[in-house]
């Protein structure tokens, strides 16, 4: 099992950034790919951002693409998402997870996660 706790939310300004971190305790990090989701008031959870357990590969959201960067730092068991360029779209409470995958490749499906964070709230005034 693996415990995980996002942080770096906050209020910030249409086209500023934010730099989102998940600290992950428990097993092995390097065993799970992770991902970054988001939950608007009144909306689905959705799908931002994801890579895989090495490190090698990332994908994104449509909505996202050219703005938000995933990394991960196996060493310190943490990932990050640097957000550029926001919009006030963007608001949402972030949430990121963890999939205990032997796959190479990713996953965007929030049943794939096995494992969630408790959410770190970014607003995004214009």
């Known amino acids: 099992q693996v415990q995980l706790v996002e942080s770096g939310g906050g209020l910030v300004q249409a086209g500023g950034s934010l730099r989102l971190s998940c600290a992950a305790s428990?097993?092995?990090?390097?065993?799970?790919?992770m991902g970054w989701f988001r939950q608007a008031p009144g909306k689905d959870r959705e799908f931002v951002a994801a890579i895989t357990r090495g490190g090698s590969s990332t994908y994104y959201a449509d909505s996202v693409k050219g703005r938000f960067t995933i990394s991960r730092d196996n060493a310190k068991k943490t990932v990050y998402l640097q957000m550029n360029s926001l919009k006030p779209e963007d608001t949402a409470v972030y949430y990121c997870?963890?999939?205990?995958?032997?796959?190479?490749?990713?996953?965007?499906?929030?049943?794939?996660?096995?494992?969630w964070g408790q959410g770190t709230q970014v607003t995004c005034s214009s």
């Open positions: 997870a963890a999939d205990e995958t032997l796959r190479s490749t990713i996953r965007v499906g929030i049943p794939f996660y096995d494992y």
């Open positions: 428990g097993r092995t990090f390097s065993n799970y790919a």
